[in-house]
């Protein structure tokens, strides 16, 4: 045969010739001598039983039915109850080993049964478990074996008791469970209450440090925008305060730019009289006053010549009384002819004449009336913010004086000075304000003005 060998759920038994006893050996390798020795095998392997005691009576006499699980094997570590194992199992098969396991389990289950009430096996079946596996390990350890385990699977009668059991306990654990369920909600309510009110605290808290924020975000705002507002209206006053400056300032320059042109304005008018002076001297007074000299040239010619004809003619008669008659006759006519003559002349040029008699009066006139003004320290002015101020407003009132004037003039002389100058009304105006305008404001340029 020579070298065995077997597994570690697995023990060989070698007896026979040169062996003072069996020897065994779980799993590994052993020489066997083939004819003179015998190797026989022994599973070590974990058996399962099923373990049913029907319609067995318990303590109290109530028939129940209990199926139980038990996991049994040959002992291979211990030499003794390898030993025992052998002399009883050795050579029967497994299932063999199987019924004598079982039916002393069986036995064993039935008399723990017999001993506890249905109520004890019922409510604990650790403590029935821990008794039937206590009970038959004592007994199968002297077989060999070995019990892994127990377990009480089911347990179970035919009258209805068991479910009696399960009823009353049903609805007990109902109560019991309405009662906790009552008590949980209770609690969960309780708990619900103080985690709802610390929610609101924690919110109410959370609520006022927000409001805080707030308060504060609020008043440093309103610091801010307030030092905003300040310093833009400081801005806005200073812009408003330069842009009136330059207002000022533009003004005073336009203002300047008036005198200016007004200056200029005067200076053209002044020119414009001199020219229009100079041409009415040379188209009017000029004309009149050499027509005036022929005619008084020649009326003294004819004067002349009547008094040498009247001379030569009482020279003739050689009667001196006569002639001296006929002299002063002669001379008194020729007077009066010149006369006659003189007063067509002045007939023809009345207008002119009246007009250059009443131009070489008018700045007598216009001294006289500005003579008051003239002598006045002081010209205080009062607008009602309607009209023209300043010097303007006296130029008005000037310039009303010399509307005033043409009218004046012909009212005392039946003349009117424009028709008969034959000037435009532009150039009588020019003209009358060289008469008058220049003397009064000779007179305002030398006092001090105050306007209010």
């Not at 070698?14 to 066997?32: A, D, E, H, K």
């Not at 001379?311 to 009066?336: N, P, T």
């Not at 008969?420 to 404001?441: D, E, G, N």
Request: hydrophobic letters at 40%; proline letters at 2%.
């Amino acid at each position: 045969m020579g070298f065995e060998v077997c597994g570690p759920n697995e023990v060989m038994v070698v007896s026979g010739c040169c062996l003072g006893r069996s020897r065994y050996l779980p799993g590994g390798r052993i020489f066997v001598w083939p004819g003179i020795q015998k190797l026989q095998r022994l599973s070590l392997n974990t058996i399962t039983l099923t373990i049913e005691s029907s319609n067995v009576y318990t303590q109290l006499g109530v028939a129940i039915s209990v199926t139980g699980i038990a996991q049994v094997k040959i002992q291979g570590s211990n030499e003794e109850m390898l030993q025992a194992a052998c002399e009883l199992f050795l050579g029967k098969s497994e299932k063999e080993i199987k019924a004598v396991a079982q039916e002393t389990l069986e036995g064993h289950q039935r008399a723990i049964m017999g001993n506890m009430t249905v109520e004890e096996i019922y409510k604990d079946r650790k403590k029935f478990s821990k008794a039937v596996f206590e009970v038959a390990s004592s007994d199968l350890i002297n077989m060999g074996i070995y019990v892994v385990s127990y377990t009480l699977k089911d347990l179970r009668d035919e009258e209805g008791y068991l479910k009696a059991l399960g009823m009353a306990r049903t609805a007990q654990v109902k109560r019991d469970a309405r009662i906790g369920e009552a008590e949980a909600r209770r609690d969960a309510g309780i708990k619900e209450a103080l985690a709802e009110e610390k929610r609101m605290e924690a919110r109410y808290a959370n609520d006022i440090e927000i409001a805080k924020s707030q308060r504060d975000f609020e008043l440093k705002k309103a610091a801010y925008d307030m030092e905003v507002q300040t310093t833009k209206a400081q801005a806005d006053l200073a812009y408003d305060l330069q842009a009136a400056k330059t207002k000022q300032r533009i003004r005073e320059e336009q203002m300047q730019v008036t005198v200016i042109e007004r200056g200029q304005q005067i200076q053209v008018q002044e020119q414009e009289i001199v020219r229009r002076e100079r041409e009415l001297d040379a188209q009017v007074r000029k004309p009149a006053e050499a027509e005036k000299y022929r005619l008084e040239k020649l009326a003294e010619a004819n004067r002349t010549r009547v008094i040498l004809e009247a001379e030569a003619e009482a020279e003739a008669i050689q009667v001196k009384g006569e002639a001296e008659a006929f002299a002063i006759e002669a001379k008194a006519r020729a007077e009066a002819e010149q006369m006659a003559k003189k007063a067509d002349a002045w007939k023809d040029y009345q207008d002119a004449a009246m007009v250059d008699m009443v131009l070489e009066t008018l700045p007598k006139i216009a001294a006289e009336i500005a003579q008051p003004l003239a002598q006045a320290k002081k010209v205080t002015m009062v607008s009602s913010g309607k009209g023209e101020v300043g010097a303007t407003k006296l130029t008005s009132e000037v310039m009303l004086i010399m509307e005033k004037l043409p009218l004046m003039v012909e009212n005392l002389t039946g003349i009117n000075i424009s028709k008969s100058m034959k000037m435009s009304h532009r150039m009588a105006r020019i003209y009358q304000a060289q008469i008058v305008i220049y003397p009064l404001l000779a007179t305002y340029n030398g006092q001090q003005s105050h306007y209010s």
